[in-house]
């Protein structure tokens, strides 16, 4: 599978700095607590800085307390991390997520990735706050693109929130397959580096890729995002009760 993350995070962008003037500032995010659209954007926005200067090397200056003046303030740090991103050597060293450090050695492409898909998950808690609940189908993204950020769960994410210790190791794997691709894909939560086929999966969790990721991130119930769940349902509630993602 491969995607021009740039060109996907410069849309997600697009499509987020034209989400916020109508969202209400003050409204909460769907599936996340009592997080307002405000602290969202300020969230995210101090995310682009921050992965601007791993990319170059150079810690950004605070962006300060605000209140900000919110679309403005996230126009200036998504033109940042673009500018920043473009203008490197994907394959230069840089500082990247990692464990058992918080972050350690790594190319530029991996903030290509990574921030692809923070956008696109903020992107759907942006548009659940202005829709009032948080449904499948607000973004709209390829099935591939939403493939993409289950594997970065999967093979990124849960492994470093295990090595940073925020969590204990899964006591078993869940298998996830996206129904809604060639091939069905499959991947192995929890024990990434494993075949689908070398694992006996108390559980199986099917449906679109949309679903999955947005299950994996907590956006959505398995009922929510209409997966099919085989086997032993109370494995799988346990992994989503565990910080599988920061």
């Known amino acids: 599978m491969t995607l021009d993350h740039l060109a996907l995070l410069s849309r997600f962008q697009d499509d987020f700095l034209a989400a916020i003037p109508a969202a209400d500032a003050d409204a909460?995010?769907?599936?996340?607590?009592?997080?307002?659209?405000?602290?969202?954007?300020?969230?995210?926005?101090?995310?682009?800085?921050?992965?601007?200067?791993?990319?170059?090397?150079?810690?950004?200056a605070a962006l300060g307390d605000g209140p900000f003046d919110l679309a403005p303030h996230y126009a200036a740090q998504a033109a940042e991390l673009r500018e920043a991103l473009s203008g490197l050597d994907p394959?230069?060293?840089?500082?990247?997520?990692?464990?058992?450090?918080p972050l350690?050695?790594?190319?530029?492409?991996?903030?290509?990735?990574?921030?692809?898909h923070e956008t696109l998950v903020h992107l759907h808690d942006l548009l659940a706050a202005s829709a009032g609940t948080a449904t499948a189908g607000l973004v709209g993204a390829a099935p591939e693109v939403w493939?993409?950020?289950?594997?970065?769960?999967?093979?990124?994410?849960?492994?470093?929130?295990?090595?940073?210790?925020?969590?204990?190791?899964?006591?078993?794997?869940?298998?996830?397959?996206?129904?809604d691709l060639a091939g069905a894909p499959t991947w192995v939560l929890g024990a990434p580096g494993e075949r689908t086929d070398e694992v006996a999966p108390d559980v199986v969790v099917a449906g679109t890729a949309e679903g999955?990721?947005?299950?994996?991130?907590?956006?959505?119930?398995?009922?929510?995002?209409?997966?099919?769940?085989?086997?032993d349902r109370g494995d799988l509630e346990a992994a989503l009760a565990q910080p599988i993602v920061p």
């Open 147 to 179: 493939a993409d950020t289950v594997d970065e769960v999967v093979t990124v994410l849960q492994p470093r929130q295990v090595g940073l210790g925020r969590m204990e190791p899964l006591r078993f794997p869940v298998v996830l397959v996206a129904t």
């Open 91 to 101: 394959e230069a060293e840089c500082r990247v997520l990692a464990h058992p450090a």
């Open 104 to 116: 350690g050695p790594g190319p530029v492409r991996f903030w290509h990735r990574r921030q692809t």
């Open 212 to 231: 999955l990721a947005l299950t994996l991130w907590r956006r959505l119930t398995p009922d929510e995002a209409g997966l099919t769940v085989t086997g």
């Open 28 to 60: 909460r995010i769907p599936a996340c607590g009592d997080w307002t659209v405000r602290e969202l954007v300020e969230h995210i926005a101090d995310v682009h800085h921050w992965a601007a200067g791993n990319a170059r090397g150079v810690k950004g």
